[in-house]
């Protein structure tokens, strides 16, 4: 094995992939190291949506946007002028950042006909049509044998739990038996699943990718095509350096360490610390372990290393992770799944949150990381737990509650499991749930009253145009308003989560990593989650994970491409 490289890249998600695929079309030698045997980590989990505004797919869509109104959006929106600077260098460099990668890899996002609205409609700047790019469908057989080196998706958040499904596909599968359109979009899939089944079975799973799945899948594709080496089931254990300067790393693999030299540095991208315990007891003490919807294998690894080479933990946040209802369940193989409530069930009608005191405390039908902020106590509230999602009979044949889709048959298994919690009446529900059976009644009894009439007096659930997104448009008047009064009754018990922390290494706008000092540390950069998120610890949109995950990749390149007596600026 070659022990010389221009750049080595720690982790295999976007963030990493993406820096792989730029700095060799720089004409750097590059190489990533993985420290699984799975490609992508937790973007194979992710929807892989991007929030890039102005990007040429947005533009191409005809959008009315702006850099200014962009800007002016964040401004309103994150709260926190930490990190100002690498948001407006996250504008202005963006939609470039996008176009240079997709000129190595061919297409990889498009604009959705109906798009998510930014996540505050309402706020200065905001896009009612949204600035998101979703990945493109992939057909995963291109990889080949390669197929089985990716990450798969959360079986929970696919039919049958093999095929990976495209928000419209849900939208579709819910409207089978209204809609021809919506029976012959769904015939498709289950042929397509039937397929994979006997045709394709030696694949494992589904091969139609989708989301994050998809988005790793293309990039993946372009790594392999430019034969850039991909060492799996490798661990970094620490880095080297010359003085101040990074000049490599040691890494394990196959049980021996090796010392492989980097001669424009290191670039640390292996999402973050969800999985780590020592690090979120520093900034996560009121979050316990256990409830992350990412990759188990996402164990603080690159920032507990730079950490103790000297850099920064940033903890100027106002919150350290991006946050999500998550619930819990028993799988049939007995691995425990963790689901994040983000955007199918929440929103619907006929669905509310309770706390501790059997009343609903936030709009349902709003983003999930504020959904867990109020959960928190962090609203102008206090402290929610525990918390309960409550429906009816109506709402369970209709729509997937948590992780059970409409189906009688897998509603019983997921009573049988304890993951559903059923009731023939609300008071029984209600011992069920350890709450006062008169205050949970009255707390539906409000709701019914409010469906009723079409508008959420308490907290205004559907009146915001990303409530009304995530609706039912044929429920009327309001998409995201219904009543709890057909028995038999349902409820999930749902715990403080995340889909990855927002705290990491203190980095520059060109992702350079800090020390404590504020001095960028020479040949040590940062990008993904291992990179101190640049929205401060709030969250505007879907995307803005991905979108500075590929564009701070984009930064960290052209930094060490560089002639080294310009890299010092």
Excluded at 180 to 188: I, R
Excluded at 256 to 275: M, N, S, Y
Excluded at 378 to 387: A, H, I, S
Excluded at 423 to 449: D, F, P, W
Aim: hydrophobic fraction near 40%; aromatic fraction near 8%.
């Amino acid at each position: 094995m070659n022990k010389i490289y221009d750049l080595v890249i720690a982790g295999s998600g976007a963030a990493g992939l993406s820096a792989a695929i730029l700095a060799h079309a720089k004409g750097l030698s590059v190489l990533v190291i993985e420290k699984t045997n799975l490609i992508g980590g937790t973007s194979c989990y992710s929807g892989g949506v991007a929030w890039v505004p102005t990007s040429q797919h947005n533009l191409a869509t005809g959008i009315s946007d702006s850099m200014d109104q962009a800007a002016l959006y964040l401004d309103s929106t994150v709260r926190n002028d930490h990190e100002r600077d690498a948001r407006v260098e996250y504008l202005r460099r963006g939609a470039e950042a996008i176009a240079s990668l997709e000129r190595e890899t061919g297409p990889l996002f498009y604009v959705r006909a109906i798009n998510s609205p930014d996540y505050y409609p309402d706020a200065d700047g905001a896009s009612q049509e949204g600035r998101a790019m979703t990945p493109l469908t992939v057909d995963g057989r291109v990889l080949g044998a390669h197929f089985r080196d990716l990450r798969a998706p959360l079986p929970e958040l696919c039919l049958f739990g093999r095929q990976m499904l495209e928000l419209m596909d849900v939208y579709h599968l819910l409207n089978a038996r209204r809609s021809f359109k919506s029976a012959v979009h769904t015939a498709k899939l289950l042929l397509r699943d039937l397929r994979d089944r006997t045709v394709y079975r030696r694949y494992g799973r589904g091969t139609r990718l989708t989301g994050g799945n998809a988005l790793v899948a293309n990039l993946y594709r372009t790594v392999l095509a430019r034969q850039i080496p991909v060492l799996r089931e490798t661990s970094l254990v620490d880095l080297v350096k010359d003085g101040d300067v990074v000049t490599g790393v040691v890494v394990r693999r196959a049980g021996r360490r090796e010392q492989i030299r980097a001669r424009r540095g290191v670039i640390l991208a292996t999402g973050g610390f969800p999985w780590s315990k020592p690090l979120r007891e520093t900034m996560m003490e009121d979050a316990p372990i256990g409830f992350s919807a990412t990759s188990p294998d996402s164990t603080g690894d690159g920032i507990a290393i730079a950490i103790a080479k000297g850099a920064k933990l940033d903890a100027d946040n106002v919150e350290p992770a991006f946050w999500s209802p998550v619930s819990t369940a028993k799988r049939p193989d007995g691995t425990v799944a963790r689901f994040p409530h983000l955007m199918a069930d929440r929103a619907k009608p006929g669905l509310i949150a309770v706390n501790k005191h059997g009343k609903r405390f936030y709009n349902e039908a709003e983003n999930y990381h504020d959904f867990v902020r109020a959960m928190l106590g962090r609203l102008n509230n206090e402290d929610q737990q525990p918390v309960h999602f409550i429906c009816d009979a109506d709402f369970v044949s209709k729509y997937a509650f948590g992780s059970v889709p409409p189906l009688a048959s897998e509603r019983r298994r997921a009573v049988r499991s304890g993951y559903l919690i059923k009731a023939a009446t609300i008071a029984e529900l209600a011992g069920k749930l350890g709450l006062e059976a008169s205050a949970l009644q009255e707390t539906i009894n409000r709701l019914n009253v409010d469906a009723a009439g079409g508008v959420d007096t308490e907290f205004g659930k559907g009146a915001s145009a990303y409530n009304r997104y995530l609706g039912d448009a044929g429920n009327l008047p309001n998409p995201c308003l219904g009543p709890i009064a057909k028995a038999p009754f349902y409820a999930i018990r749902v715990h403080v989560g995340d889909i990855g922390t927002a705290a990491g290494l203190a980095a520059d706008i060109h992702s350079r990593v800090m020390d404590e000092r504020g001095e960028p540390i020479p040949g040590l950069y940062a990008c993904g989650n291992d990179r101190n998120s640049i929205m401060g610890g709030f969250y505007p949109s879907g995307g803005i994970t991905i979108g500075p995950a590929l564009v701070f990749a984009f930064l960290a390149v052209e930094h060490a491409a560089r002639p080294q007596s310009t890299r010092a600026a």
